[in-house]
């Protein structure tokens, strides 16, 4: 994962993060703060639309490759959040 810059964009909504991901907006990686996981995208041009029409119902995107991503996220989330608790446990 690269550095973050102010050019990202962060969600801790899983459901709008794995449409954002469909939607093919790049995927940066994910941080967490205590437990909650924060997914990180390229703030791109295209966010401002993809943001409105997911939120007001119309976005549209493949129901199974929707499906796949919240799938794959979970996963994401709960490694990262064992991973958080590993590295803690270090200090």
């Given at each position: 994962m690269?550095?973050?810059?102010?050019?990202d964009?962060?969600?801790?909504?899983l459901?709008?993060?794995?449409y954002?991901?469909?939607?093919g907006?790049?995927?940066m990686?994910?941080?967490?703060e205590?437990?909650?996981?924060?997914?990180?995208?390229?703030?791109t041009?295209?966010?401002v639309?993809l943001?409105?029409?997911?939120?007001?119902?119309?976005g549209k995107v493949s129901a199974l490759a929707y499906?796949r991503?919240?799938?794959?996220l979970?996963?994401?989330?709960h490694?990262?959040?064992?991973?958080?608790?590993?590295?803690?446990?270090?200090?």
């Amino acid at each position: 994962m690269r550095p973050q810059t102010q050019d990202d964009y962060f969600t801790t909504d899983l459901y709008y993060a794995a449409y954002l991901r469909v939607a093919g907006v790049p995927y940066m990686g994910e941080s967490v703060e205590g437990r909650q996981v924060s997914f990180m995208f390229e703030d791109t041009p295209s966010m401002v639309d993809l943001k409105r029409d997911y939120f007001n119902g119309k976005g549209k995107v493949s129901a199974l490759a929707y499906k796949r991503e919240i799938i794959d996220l979970k996963a994401l989330t709960h490694e990262a959040l064992r991973e958080a608790g590993r590295t803690a446990g270090r200090r």
